[in-house]
């Protein structure tokens, strides 16, 4: 396919810098020599029949090599971090059915498994041309949270990444050789494949995070001192440089996306005046429609598309399809909420070895004469009459507070309205009585709330109000950067669980 084939012009950047990582640079010469070597080390080690193979998330080049290794043996990643709780990477192993491990670490964390330590292979003769395989075949395998808190794995198709490249070149990105792009997800993480994908095919040099450090003050020393020009984050990274944005002058960024949370239209504004010449749009998609799928531009000086002040995920990129549907499938009107579903040629052909969870989330329906096969969110949205949509919580967030349904996400909207540039969260409870409440975490020191409740009481009615405030200077951020909203439920449990 196009993406594998391009993969062989790395060689045509050879003296250029492919890589920063830990203080140290990467030319495309060097990472061709270790991916060479790597492919080397796999069709030694390897049978063929093997197609799935596990790669510890390490934050060096043979990491990064071995991706593009297995992808031109024909062959699919599976990362498992370091940082993950054991019981869960076993969980994983024998679902995705690992016996081979790509490993760079010191200590081998699966040592019992197939294991080829890439720190350790001889060099090999450059070799970047891709074997003949599929459009069907797997390029990874990310295994997210489930609900029963058993992971479930999303196989990703060639077809699939493909259409993700070719959607995303339709934006008319410039990316080239002098980009300097940012990498700063987890590679469990299914957006760490755009932030270094993207990158390669075009030339550019990808700077990545070292694990133990800061995320945001990292990014923004890397955005001071090495003149990031393309940067895909998180909105939480926002909340956390905010006290910093009158330091922060980045005339040189060019494209700043935005993935993985609600990103609210206000902060938007602020961070654009730190980045006055930048594309600034919000992406949207899950890891079942490979990386991202939606895109809204964000319109400087202009009235932008929103609800409750969170700014709207936009359109479908080319090749996606998108529905919102009520409870019995049937899509609803325009402006009427619903549950947002996707199609199209980036959609996973479903979760691995999961029949169950299959019949669940996937379902077909008529979309312009066709029988198209849907992915059901899980996201609350509805559409304007120019066909954005706006997204309006989890379903997961709506719940329901003697018998009237809340959406967490309003609350949320009126207390930020309230307290201007401090970043809050509402949390569903279940107090002593067994009965559902609402808890409200401020990221701030702590201060009288009284006014904030009076203000409160004026815009949404009593059986939304909070119950209980906690206030928490630092929000924790989970391992893909963004907030953990269960560590903050935490901060309520010694006082509000239902007590046996």
């Avoid at 197609?51 to 390490?58: D, E, F, P, R, T």
């Avoid at 009284?450 to 009615?461: A, R, V």
Wanted: proline share 4%; charged share 25%.
């Amino acid at each position: 396919m196009k993406l594998f084939k391009n993969i062989e012009s790395i060689l045509s950047h050879s003296k250029r810098n492919a890589f920063f990582i830990k203080d140290t640079f990467y030319t495309y010469l060097e990472l061709a020599e270790v991916i060479s070597g790597l492919r080397k080390g796999i069709r030694f080690n390897v049978r063929e029949s093997e197609k799935n193979i596990g790669l510890i998330a390490n934050d060096d080049i043979e990491t990064y090599a071995a991706i593009i290794a297995l992808w031109l043996e024909g062959k699919a990643y599976v990362p498992l971090s370091a940082e993950t709780p054991g019981t869960r990477n076993e969980n994983i192993i024998n679902q995705a059915g690992l016996r081979t491990i790509i490993d760079s670490s010191e200590n081998l964390l699966f040592p019992k498994l197939n294991v080829i330590e890439s720190t350790k292979l001889p060099k090999a003769l450059i070799d970047l041309t891709p074997n003949d395989v599929s459009n069907h075949d797997l390029v990874y395998i990310l295994f997210t949270s489930g609900t029963t808190g058993i992971p479930k794995g999303v196989p990703i198709t060639r077809l699939n990444l493909n259409s993700f490249v070719d959607a995303f070149e339709d934006f008319g990105f410039d990316i080239n050789q002098h980009d300097k792009c940012l990498q700063m997800f987890e590679l469990t993480f299914d957006l760490s494949v755009m932030s270094y994908l993207v990158p390669l095919l075009k030339g550019g040099c990808i700077y990545t995070i070292p694990k133990g450090k800061v995320k945001y003050s990292y990014i923004f020393e890397l955005m001071n001192e090495h003149g990031l020009t393309i940067g895909l984050m998180v909105p939480s990274i926002l909340h956390y440089l905010r006290p910093y944005f009158n330091e922060i002058n980045c005339p040189q960024i060019r494209y700043s996306l935005f993935c993985g949370e609600a990103l609210p239209q206000g902060l938007t504004y602020e961070w654009s005046k730190c980045v006055p010449n930048a594309k600034i749009l919000n992406v949207y998609g899950p890891t079942e429609d490979t990386i991202f799928c939606t895109h809204y531009t964000y319109q400087r000086d202009m009235d932008n598309k929103s609800h409750h002040g969170i700014l709207s995920i936009g359109k479908a990129m080319k090749g996606t399809k998108t529905i919102i549907i009520d409870n019995n499938n049937n899509r609803v009107s325009t402006g009427e909420t619903g549950e947002l579903c996707l199609g199209g040629s980036q959609l996973t052909p479903g979760y691995w070895n999961n029949e169950e969870k299959n019949k669940e989330a996937f379902f077909y329906s008529d979309y312009k004469g066709e029988n198209t096969k849907f992915y059901k969110t899980g996201d609350l949205c509805c559409s304007d009459d120019d066909g954005n949509i706006m997204y309006l919580g989890r379903l997961d967030n709506q719940i329901k507070v003697q018998g009237f349904r809340v959406e967490l996400s309003e609350i949320e909207f009126f207390c930020k309205e309230y307290l201007d540039r401090i970043n809050v969260v509402a949390i569903a409870l279940t107090n002593r009585t067994g009965n559902i409440e609402i808890g409200l975490v401020i990221q701030s020191d702590e201060f009288k709330t009284d006014q904030l409740i009076h203000y409160l009481k004026m815009k949404i009615p009593p059986y939304m109000m909070p119950a209980q405030i906690r206030f928490e200077k630092v929000f924790p951020l989970n391992i893909n950067g963004k907030t953990d909203r269960k560590k903050l439920e935490s901060l309520f449990i010694k006082t509000n669980v239902k007590q046996n």
